[in-house]
Antibody, heavy 115, light 109 residues
Framework: EVQLVESGGGLVQPGGSLRLSCAAS????????MNWVRQAPGRGLEWVSY????????YYADSVKGRFTISRDNAKNSLYLQMNSLRDEDTAVYYC????????WGQGTLVTVSS | QSVLTQPPSASGTPGQRVTISCSGS????????VNWYQQLPGTAPKLLIY???QRPSGVPDRFSGSKSGTSASLAISGLQSEDEADYYC??????????FGGGTKLTVL
């Protein structure tokens, strides 16, 4: 069974940093591209970042470019999102999702940016 | 303001057929395939339709998708109470960014 489990969310002050993790099981992570998608409270879905299976190609939304870094460790079956210079508007549930059409999603981890 | 435009709400009675529209541009829907997601209250989104009209295993054939030009539609026939959820369309843009619609809240009356 394909499973994605996010972790690392929490409360952080504006300007702070946080690193999210996504643990994959039930499939070979090294064969698939991955994404991060977020959802602010009461709002819609927003794509954040994409990485190919080899990490050779990476894309970011304009709203996070230069502040967030996506990475992966296929040997550890894990995907990461390093978030720096966090802003109030980054408050959201962050999901990892598989493939270019997001066929599987994790349950999400809540990031709250507030002083 | 979402890149793809969806109606904020839709409704129908049990057994009815409802459609949800998704409007984009030549740089996203006009150039790439469309996917649809269902998000039940308090849960993560779930893939409903991919590549415009393909259903993943386990998705009932009551759900169907179509695309024409720069617009797409999701149709739900034989509406059931458990279909009450938020529905999102998504596509890739030629600018190499993923784009979503703002979501449509479906109410089963």
């Amino acid at each position: 069974e394909v499973q994605l489990v996010e972790s690392g969310g929490g409360l952080v002050q504006p300007g702070g940093s946080l690193r999210l993790s996504c643990a994959a099981s039930g499939f070979n992570l090294s064969s698939y591209s991955m994404n991060w998608v977020r959802q602010a409270p009461g709002r819609g879905l927003e794509w954040v970042s994409y990485i190919t299976n080899s990490s050779r190609t990476i894309y970011y939304a304009d709203s996070v470019k230069g502040r967030f870094t996506i990475s992966r460790d296929n040997a550890k079956n894990s995907l990461y999102l390093q978030m720096n210079s966090l802003r109030d508007e980054d408050t959201a549930v962050y999901y990892c999702a598989r493939k270019t059409f997001f066929d599987y999603w994790g349950q999400g981890t809540l990031v709250t940016v507030s002083s | 303001q979402s890149v793809l435009t969806q109606p904020p709400s839709a409704s129908g009675t049990p057994g009815q057929r409802v459609t949800i529209s998704c409007s984009g541009s030549s740089s996203n829907i006009g150039s790439n395939t469309v996917n649809w997601y269902q998000q039940l209250p308090g849960t993560a989104p779930k893939l409903l339709i991919y590549s415009n009209n393909q259903r993943p295993s386990g998705v009932p054939d009551r759900f169907s998708g179509s695309k024409s030009g720069t617009s797409a539609s999701l149709a739900i026939s034989g509406l059931q109470s458990e279909d009450e959820a938020d529905y999102y369309c998504a596509a890739w843009d030629v600018s190499l960014k993923g784009v979503f619609g703002g979501g449509t809240k479906l109410t089963v009356l």
